[in-house]
């Protein structure tokens, strides 16, 4: 699909009627977005939620000796504390290296279609076995981390509790499965959107409403809706207009990098919005720090529209109604190293 047919589509197909009350601004939103659920999501048959195997991937999320250094951990760069990121405009690794792309928030991450902004981890597992091995973030090998975790009883006891009935528990395929079972329950409901969405008119002013109502009416819910508002397909960033390199690297093609077609360079899964109020900076270069510049940027670059301060302003305050009920996670005690535990290498 070419460029223009895209931003053609989006300028048609996708606009929508202003609302006259907030029964029908709740059913235009209905028709676009899901609330996020009380309770977290199962991952199926091939990963069963058990809790002492969300409790193991607690523990591996945090270890920093999951790392070569011995000083990066999942929470490094995806601060539960922080709504998910680290924010940094691209994070630090081994070595103190300046990774390529912003660090996309974990919470909520269960619902995206694939991982990282060019889809290249289909699940959470699969995303939970790269940086581990990236020489820019944790520089680590599968081998060295089941040595290490089967140097450690503490690990041993874990991994036996976690994955009962198999005969060698740790496995780099386990410590995968548990991560994810961990992240899986990061996820933040009950915005005062999602009470909206589920019938509390008064859990959102006005301004806020005229800025869903924006939101929609402009075209936004063509790239970011569904339950994460975003996160669930891949599209141009610059669809209308391409945004300069200050913003837009030239030297990350984005998808193209992981699919080596012609019409997926500088193509990037969608950015979920859920509590983007509080993960700064934007996009995956990581360039933009204030909201309102970015919704400025998508707009123009995406949608081909100028909107106004007031507009800007009303789709930020909307945007700030998508933060959830934040994780509240006790940092686990790490079990301690054994004598054959491999001693961290900083260089």
């Given at each position: 699909m070419t460029r223009p047919l895209i931003a053609a589509i989006l300028a048609s197909a996708f606009a929508l009627p202003a609302f006259a009350d907030d029964a029908e601004l709740r059913t235009l939103a209905k028709e676009n977005f899901e609330a996020i659920p009380m309770q977290p999501p199962q991952l199926g048959d091939s990963n069963m939620m058990t809790r002492d195997r969300v409790d193991l991937g607690a523990m591996l999320f945090f270890d920093p000796r999951m790392s070569k250094s011995g000083v990066f951990s999942c929470q490094s760069c995806h601060n539960v504390g922080l709504g998910g990121v680290d924010g940094l405009e691209t994070s630090i690794g081994h070595g103190w290296q300046k990774g390529p792309r912003n660090a996309?928030?974990?919470?909520?991450?269960?619902?995206?279609?694939?991982?990282?902004?060019?889809?290249?981890?289909?699940?959470?597992?699969?995303?939970?076995?790269?940086?581990?091995?990236?020489?820019?973030?944790?520089?680590?090998?599968?081998?060295?981390?089941?040595?290490?975790?089967?140097?450690?009883?503490?690990?041993?006891?874990?991994?036996?509790?976690?994955?009962?009935?198999?005969?060698?528990?740790?496995?780099?395929?386990?410590?995968?499965?548990?991560?994810?079972?961990?992240?899986?329950?990061?996820?933040?409901?009950?915005?005062?959107?999602?009470?909206?969405?589920?019938?509390?008119?008064?859990?959102?002013?006005?301004?806020?409403?005229?800025?869903?109502?924006?939101?929609?009416?402009?075209?936004?819910?063509?790239?970011?809706?569904?339950?994460?508002?975003?996160?669930?397909?891949?599209?141009?960033?610059?669809?209308?207009?391409?945004?300069?390199?200050?913003?837009?690297?030239?030297?990350?093609?984005?998808?193209?990098?992981?699919?080596?077609?012609?019409?997926?360079?500088?193509?990037?899964?969608?950015?979920?919005?859920?509590?983007?109020?509080?993960?700064?900076?934007?996009?995956?270069?990581?360039?933009?720090?204030?909201?309102?510049?970015?919704?400025a940027v998508m707009a123009n670059s995406q949608l081909g529209a100028e909107l106004d301060d007031k507009q800007i302003d009303q789709i930020v305050a909307f945007l700030g109604t998508l933060t959830g009920e934040q994780p509240k996670v006790e940092h686990p005690l790490l079990p301690v190293r054994g004598p054959d535990t491999p001693k961290p290498e900083q260089m």
């Open positions: 996309p928030t974990m919470l909520n991450a269960v619902f995206n279609v694939a991982q990282f902004w060019d889809g290249r981890a289909p699940d959470l597992k699969e995303q939970a076995k790269g940086p581990v091995q990236a020489g820019v973030e944790m520089n680590n090998t599968p081998d060295n981390v089941i040595v290490t975790l089967k140097s450690m009883p503490g690990y041993v006891e874990a991994f036996g509790k976690a994955f009962p009935g198999e005969n060698d528990a740790i496995t780099f395929d386990n410590f995968a499965k548990a991560i994810e079972a961990f992240e899986a329950t990061l996820i933040t409901p009950n915005s005062r959107f999602d009470q909206f969405l589920m019938g509390a008119d008064g859990a959102m002013t006005a301004d806020e409403k005229a800025g869903l109502a924006l939101f929609m009416d402009t075209g936004c819910t063509a790239c970011h809706n569904g339950i994460n508002i975003g996160g669930n397909d891949y599209w141009p960033f610059g669809v209308v207009e391409t945004p300069g390199a200050e913003i837009l690297p030239e030297g990350d093609k984005g998808r193209f990098q992981v699919t080596a077609t012609a019409g997926e360079e500088y193509v990037f899964r969608a950015a979920p919005l859920r509590n983007v109020a509080i993960t700064a900076p934007y996009f995956h270069s990581g360039k933009v720090w204030d909201l309102r510049e970015a919704v």
